[in-house]
T-cell receptor
Framework: DTGVSQNPRHKITKRGQNVTFRCDPI?????LYWYRQTLGQGPEFLTY????????KSRLLSDRFSAERPKGSFSTLEIQRTEQGDSAMYLC??????????????FGPGTRLTVL | TQLLEQSPQFLSIQEGENLTVYCNSS?????LQWYRQEPGEGPVLLVT?????EVKKLKRLTFQFGDARKDSSLHITAAQPGDTGLYLC????????????FGKGTHLIIQP
């Protein structure tokens, strides 16, 4: 299967600990996105990369959050000093940059984070 | 801030009935996508609409983009239990803002 993959699928941590999630996009896709989804809500945009460059960050991305895509392939999202409010599903998506009005993003299965 | 309002939030109907889900905004979008999401999984792309007034069909699902590219609808004919899920609309603005703006979704339950 050549879809978007995310690891781990589930993560339980204690408040104050650091966590890191990984996303492997569809191989030929040059854009990679991170979203967060809380219960009863649609996904909310956090940040995106084109190749290795981080081009956009949402105001939702506090200083405790950092994302990298060092070689323009996989990406990691780290949350430092986790808080209970960080509990959510973290979704990764990828797309192939094209001109015009298309931006079809394909999502991975997500990482469910629970902060105790 | 762009918002997408989806209605209804919850819908439970019997197998075989028809239904329509709406996605509305005061903002213009370059394109709009519909996703379906199962519990504990990521959203799965169903369709992308780009042109105002565009209609796309995917088997029993019909998607329409409003003439002004501010709203969209999803119509399901003869709903089946396998259609059960969370339906999300997401707008793409373009112009350098690449993140999708999602609605809160419509929780659809089709009872056998």
């Amino acid at each position: 299967d050549t879809g978007v993959s995310q690891n781990p699928r589930h993560k339980i941590t204690k408040r104050g600990q650091n966590v890191t999630f990984r996303c492997d996009p569809i191989s030929e896709h040059n854009r990679l996105y991170w979203y967060r989804q809380t219960l009863g809500q649609g996904p909310e945009f956090l940040t995106y990369f084109q190749n290795e460059a981080q081009l956009e960050k949402s105001r939702l991305l506090s200083d405790r959050f950092s994302a990298e895509r060092p070689k323009g392939s996989f990406s990691t999202l780290e949350i430092q000093r986790t808080e209970q409010g960080d509990s959510a599903m973290y979704l990764c998506a990828s797309s192939l940059a094209t001109s015009g009005r298309y931006n079809e993003q394909f999502f991975g299965p997500g990482t469910r984070l629970t902060v105790l | 801030t762009q918002l997408l309002e989806q209605s209804p939030q919850f819908l439970s109907i019997q197998e075989g009935e028809n239904l329509t889900v709406y996605c509305n905004s005061s903002s213009v979008f370059s394109s709009l996508q519909w996703y379906r999401q199962e519990p504990g999984e990521g959203p799965v792309l169903l369709v992308t609409v780009v042109t105002g007034g565009e209609v796309k069909k995917l088997k029993r699902l019909t998607f329409q983009f409003g003439d002004a590219r501010k709203d969209s609808s999803l119509h399901i004919t003869a709903a089946q239990p396998g259609d059960t899920g969370l339906y999300l609309c997401a707008g793409f603005s373009g112009g350098g803002a690449d993140g999708l703006t999602f609605g809160k979704g419509t929780h659809l339950i089709i009872q056998p």
